[in-house]
């Protein structure tokens, strides 16, 4: 069965960063795109990020790019987004998820999410 | 960048059938996948490539797509598919993952 768990949400200042983290098992997680995607309170899905299973593409919405960093740990089964000068707007609840073979691909697992509230 | 416009909301009485729509420029020559968000859990992917069933979802739920716009078709409508469901597309022009704005399905 495959599980996805994120940890690493919280509160943090405009202006501060935070670290996410998602534990994958249950699948062969080398073979795997995999993405972040996320939710702001009330409203719809919004992707963030993706990277190949080797890490040698990588992609991001505009909004984001220059201020977050998706990577990976095929060794330990990880997958992470490093988020810096984080602003109001970047308040969602973020889920880590596989991305069948990227381009044309289906998110097709996702984990339950962790919250992000940037705030003062 | 590619949008997915979506109607903000449909509503069925049970047993009816229920369409969701999502218009996009020229969305049949894309692949579109769907997904269901139940309340508070974590969005389930319910129609793929168009009109592709993962396993565990019911034949009630379809897929179609022609010209600007892409259907998702849910037959003989549960109280329990009460949800909000999003249209999804990979958008080769930008290189950006895109996804409708999302439907929620109110079942009388």
């Known amino acids: 069965e495959v599980q996805l768990v994120e940890s690493g949400g919280g509160l943090v200042q405009p202006g501060g960063s935070l670290r ?56 330990k089964h990880s997958l992470f987004l490093q988020m810096n000068s984080l602003r109001a707007e970047d308040t969602a609840v973020y889920y880590c998820t596989t991305l069948e073979k990227g381009p044309f691909g289906k998110f097709d697992d996702w984990g339950q999410g962790t919250l992000v509230t940037v705030s003062s | 960048s590619y949008v997915l416009i979506q109607p903000p909301s449909v509503s069925v009485a049970p047993g009816e059938t229920a369409r969701f729509t999502c218009g ?29 069933r993962p396993s565990g979802i ?26 909000d469901y999003y249209c999804q597309v990979w958008d080769g022009g930008s290189d950006h993952w895109v996804f409708g704005g999302g439907t929620k399905l109110t079942v009388l």
Request: charged share 20%; with cysteine; hydrophobic share 35%.
């Open chain 1, 20 to 75: 996410l983290s998602c534990a994958a098992s249950g699948f062969n997680f080398n073979n795997f795109w995999m993405s972040w995607v996320r939710q702001a309170p009330g409203k719809g899905l919004e992707w963030v990020a993706n990277i190949k299973r080797d890490g040698s593409e990588i992609y991001y919405v505009d909004s984001v790019k220059g201020r977050f960093t998706i990577s990976r740990d095929n060794a």
């Open chain 2, 24 to 52: 996009g420029n020229n969305v049949a020559f894309q692949s579109v996948h769907w997904y269901q968000q139940k309340p508070g859990q974590a969005p389930v992917l319910v129609i793929c490539y168009d009109n592709d």
């Open chain 2, 58 to 83: 019911p034949e009630r739920f379809s897929g179609s797509s022609s010209g600007n716009t892409a259907t998702l078709t849910i037959s003989r409508v549960e109280a329990g598919d009460e949800a």
